[in-house]
């Protein structure tokens, strides 16, 4: 079964500060990954997509990374803002078949 | 240029009620979808259209029909509301529903439902 974990569940950081966020799967055949970013109260939002060939890719301060050998993405956030405070949810699309969701990291950013 | 939205935004029902959730998308896109979302646990398809006029079974159909009015409008209907199917419910839209296809899936803003 297709399945995608993500780590941690919930995290707090200073405003300023760095973090990563950690996103595990067993996908197979895997097609592509997607990071979205999800407001409180709203639809998620795509932030990267990442294909087999790619080990990173970059949107302004958001740094996404894929290991397709180990079947691991990270995203890693620079320069946290307040804003930044939202659940990310990694989704992993399977070649030939819908997508499969992360359970999303909740993303507190404190001033 | 709207996106995707959603109409209600809230909605309390009893058990055994019945009700319909719309969506509609402004991008010309021809796969749309209905999912759920629960605490903890990541969306879960419910339903989707590949395109006008066809409609297929997600993981969690139970319960729930849809119906594709037409390229721009997909409803989700719960014939007999449940506890279980409390929940916050997102339509979403792509351009196409290709194989493997890097095709963005854009969400509307959610309709958060509770059973009683």
């Known amino acids: 079964k297709n399945q995608v974990e993500q780590s941690p569940q919930s995290l707090i950081i200073l405003e300023g500060k760095n973090c990563t966020l950690q996103?595990?799967?067993?996908?197979?055949?895997?097609?592509?990954l997607r990071w979205y970013k999800q407001d409180t109260g709203r639809g998620p939002v795509s932030l990267t997509i990442?294909?087999?060939?790619?080990n990173t890719k970059s949107n302004g301060r958001y740094t996404a990374t894929l290991d397709a050998d180990t079947k691991q993405s990270s995203l890693h956030i620079t320069a946290s803002q307040l804003s930044d405070s939202a659940s990310y949810i990694c989704?992993?699309?399977?070649?030939?078949?819908?997508?499969?969701f992360g359970g999303g990291t909740r993303l507190m950013v404190k001033p | 240029n709207a996106g995707v939205t959603q109409t209600p935004k809230f909605q309390v029902l009893k058990t055994g009620q019945s009700m319909t959730l719309q969506c509609a998308q402004d991008?010309?896109?021809?796969?749309m979808y209905w999912y759920r979302q629960d605490p903890g646990m990541g969306l879960r398809l419910i339903y989707y259209?590949?395109?006008?006029?066809?409609?297929d079974k997600g993981e969690v159909p139970n319960g729930y029909n849809v119906s594709r009015l037409n390229k721009r409008e997909f409803s989700l209907r719960l014939e007999s509301a449940a506890p279980s199917q409390t929940s916050v419910y997102f339509c979403?839209?792509?351009?196409?529903?290709?194989?493997?296809?890097?095709?963005?899936?854009?969400f509307g803003p959610g309709t958060r439902l509770t059973v009683t």
């Open positions: 989704v992993v699309r399977a070649a030939g078949n819908m997508l499969t």
């Open positions: 990442m294909t087999f060939s790619e």
């Open positions: 991008m010309n896109h021809n796969s």
């Open positions: 259209s590949a395109s006008e006029g066809t409609t």
């Open positions: 996103c595990n799967y067993t996908v197979s055949p895997f097609s592509n």
């Open positions: 979403a839209s792509s351009e196409h529903l290709t194989s493997g296809g890097a095709h963005e899936q854009y």
